[in-house]
């Protein structure tokens, strides 16, 4: 593992990150040697870790820094941010993703940005087994959100058919964040005449885009009307509920395929998260921020190498690389062949602590 890397690296985190020398050092190897070895396995990402020092001690000093550090739990959003832009109207993803270590299910609610070029976790939850995620947990995510930046930098919040509830819509229409959320086929609708039908009744024999006003069926008849935008598919419907002109609303949702982009960047595409088997809560959140930023610093590496440009389409219309790996493969041969330059994004950076 290149050594000047992990130095500079500690000078432009120190600012960022309340630890002493020694953790700050092993976070930068964390960084820096899971972006090299691509996983997370701690026995893979020492043995990344060049010079005479025994492999099974760095593994053991891995060990010891998730077992011990205590940081808060959005110490890595203005390390994120600063790599991904500063924020002015940015496309919020909310999804989760969860796999099984032996008996044990890791479970994280994640709240992503999803920009043209960038796709990152800026926050996330452990959830307590696999199932969906509650109201109040998805509501505490946006206010984390909400206390770091103002509502106006959210141009729209994505989700998918889980991320429903008329509790949950007025609290992001309350609090002025435009979004388009899926719906079930199945999901009961209160027009405004009155009449409650399940959208599948009320669209089965509709042959092209449809809109009206409504509102989410709940006991009580005083929800918050929304705008409902239904387009055909082959097969189905796909309908979404919005605060936004239907639209718009519509066109929107087309990047909320983004986060699971994100999650296969962070998966098999990448840095192959899965192959942890830490099983704590708060290691699993350690963990994702330090996964967050690498994710982000091959962003950032990939739109400083393109600039302007564009990565060139193959003939079957989709990219040969993402800009995710092409920052990546970019990190990683620099890591071995040039240590220095491969950190050449962060002095540039305007991270506010």
């Known amino acids: 593992m290149p050594h000047r890397a992990i130095t500079a690296l500690e000078g432009f985190l120190r600012p ?43 593994y053991r000093r891995l060990q010891r820094f998730f077992q011990h550090v205590r940081l808060g739990e959005d110490w890595a959003l203005p390390v994120v941010a600063g790599l991904a832009g500063s924020p002015r109207r940015w496309t919020l993803v ?56 103002p509502a106006s930098t959210i141009g729209v919040l994505l989700a998918d058919r889980e991320f429903v509830g008329a509790d949950w819509l007025e609290f992001l229409n309350d609090n002025k964040i435009p979004f388009a959320i899926r719906l079930r086929e199945d999901q009961r609708v209160a027009t405004e005449d009155g009449c409650e039908l399940t959208l599948f009744a009320r669209l089965h024999a ?53 986060i699971e982009c994100m999650f296969g960047d962070a998966k098999t595409r990448g840095l192959n998260i899965e192959d942890t088997r830490l099983t704590c809560p708060r290691k699993l959140a350690l963990l994702m921020a330090i996964v967050a930023i690498a994710l982000a610093w091959a962003g950032r590496v990939a739109a400083d190498l393109l600039g302007r440009r564009e990565p060139k389409p193959k003939s079957h219309g989709y990219l040969a ?29 305007n991270m506010k602590p």
């Open 94 to 149: 909310l999804d989760r993703t969860n796999w099984s270590i032996g008996s044990r299910q890791v479970n994280y609610l994640v709240l992503a940005v999803a920009t043209r070029r960038f796709r990152v976790p800026l926050l996330w939850t452990v959830l307590p087994g696999k199932g969906n995620s509650a109201t109040a947990a998805r509501i505490v995510l946006i206010r984390r959100y909400l206390a770091h930046f």
């Open 16 to 58: 960022q990150v309340a630890l002493g020398k020694s953790r700050l050092e092993t976070l930068c190897l964390l960084i820096v040697g899971i972006v090299g070895a691509r996983t997370v396995n701690l026995g893979h990402v020492a043995c990344e870790r060049a010079g005479s020092v025994r492999t099974a001690s760095t």
């Open 206 to 258: 509709t042959r092209r885009t449809r809109t009206f006003r409504g509102r989410l069926w709940s006991r009580r008849n005083d929800g918050t009307t929304f705008t409902f935008a239904a387009k055909r598919l082959p097969d189905s419907w796909l309908t979404v509920v919005s605060n936004l002109p239907p639209r718009r609303a519509l066109a929107a949702y087309r990047r909320r395929w983004a």
């Open 321 to 349: 690389k993402s800009y995710f790996r092409i920052g990546l493969d970019h990190i990683r041969n620099r890591l071995r062949s040039n240590p220095l330059s491969a950190t050449h994004p962060w002095p540039s950076l």
